[in-house]
């Protein structure tokens, strides 16, 4: 017990010490009783994009903005507006859904308004990642954390290009998107089989994209040292160019294997299955890679808070309000990284 109590009083008398130190701001300091809060991610690799959108008072905690309409404009054109928010009547927050297309350069604006005010975040959309050569390495074994669990599993290994350019800060999120095409590759009736396929060589069923978690157990350059011994979240995902500023770099990434196509064969048809990945990789500012950090920091990884955990002050880039709209620029690259084969020449 006094391996516990020794250091919760030294950090009440901490407390106490900062108490005759000036008061600290806070988000509400200066701002009205209750102000919208918005959030979003908005991509240049997407046409339709998810704002989230709550009230936050003061004295009542988070409650539903009502009566809202969010807009979205491109450089200084509206794009498009909604106020349909899709909720539950459980929770306070609204998600609207809105379509626009921009591009590295183009300036971005979101702007929710109601009875409650106006909130809005703009920015420039910063320039594309350069990425190349993606490439399917096999497979590793490796023990990963899913929270507080640790577990084992298989991955596939996946690795790619970036060239980053000079200039210390630039910061990458990357995601993974795999699809499938079903392919005959050939019939060869005999006298056992003496039926032909009724579909022709050459027939391929595909099967869309999909987006899978990205692990990021084999990259350097995705661990973070939160100053907590204990933390771990395999698929935390964003990462600095702290390693290898200005310099092309091959980045790993993991994924599990486990996608299950439904396919079927008869007589001496062969079918190959044929699977691509995609990389997308998006730049962000530093101010975003800060706050979702910070988010990570306070919410993920293990369920035990540590006894000097210390809450980060999130940033916000919300004009009238509060929350945070990250603006980011996407490239994609992608090719085939696998093929099995099933059937009579293959797996059966």
């Given at each position: 017990m006094k391996r516990i109590t020794i250091p919760f009083i030294t950090l009440i008398l901490l407390f106490l010490a900062a108490s005759c130190e000036d008061e600290l701001p806070t988000p509400s300091d200066g701002m009205q009783e209750t102000v919208l809060v918005l959030n979003s991610w908005l991509s240049s690799a997407d046409t339709l994009h998810s704002v989230t959108v709550v009230a936050s008072s003061i004295s009542g905690g988070l409650i539903e903005a009502k009566h809202i309409e969010v807009s979205i404009y491109v450089n200084g054109t509206l794009a498009d507006r909604s106020g349909a928010g899709l909720g539950d009547s459980e929770n306070p927050t609204k998600e609207y859904t809105l379509k626009a297309r921009f591009f590295p350069g183009d300036t971005v604006e979101l702007v929710a308004e109601g009875p409650l005010g106006r909130a809005s975040a703009r920015s420039v959309i910063p320039p594309a990642p350069v990425i190349s050569d993606v490439s399917f390495d096999g497979q590793v074994a490796m023990y990963y954390y899913e929270y507080a669990n640790r577990e084992e599993g298989t991955f596939d290994v996946l690795r790619f290009n970036i060239l980053d350019p000079p200039g210390r800060g630039n910061v990458y999120k990357i995601s993974l998107f795999r699809e499938c095409d079903y392919v005959l590759i050939s019939d060869e009736p005999d006298d056992d089989y003496p039926f032909s396929s009724t579909r022709p060589v050459g027939w391929t069923r595909h099967f869309p994209s999909e987006q899978f978690d990205v692990y990021n157990m084999l990259e350097p350059a995705m661990q973070v040292d939160w100053g907590r011994a204990n933390y771990a979240n395999s698929r935390f995902n964003l990462f600095?160019?702290?390693?290898?500023?200005?310099?092309?770099?091959?980045?790993?990434?993991?994924?599990?294997?486990?996608?299950?196509?439904?396919?079927?064969?008869?007589?001496?048809?062969?079918?190959?299955?044929?699977?691509?990945?995609?990389?997308?990789?998006?730049?962000?500012?530093?101010?975003?890679?800060?706050?979702?950090?910070?988010?990570?920091?306070?919410?993920?990884?293990?369920?035990?808070?540590?006894?000097?955990?210390?809450?980060?002050?999130?940033?916000s880039n919300v004009v009238g309000g509060i929350g945070f709209v990250c603006f980011a620029s996407a490239a994609e690259c992608g090719d085939y990284v696998s093929e099995e084969l099933y059937g009579w020449r293959g797996k059966r």
């Open positions: 600095t160019d702290r390693s290898f500023d200005g310099s092309p770099y091959r980045v790993t990434i993991l994924s599990k294997p486990d996608v299950y196509y439904s396919y079927s064969w008869g007589g001496r048809e062969t079918w190959a299955m044929r699977r691509k990945a995609t990389i997308r990789a998006e730049a962000i500012s530093e101010e975003a890679y800060r706050y979702y950090t910070d988010v990570e920091y306070a919410s993920g990884g293990y369920s035990v808070i540590p006894m000097f955990y210390e809450p980060p002050a999130l940033p």
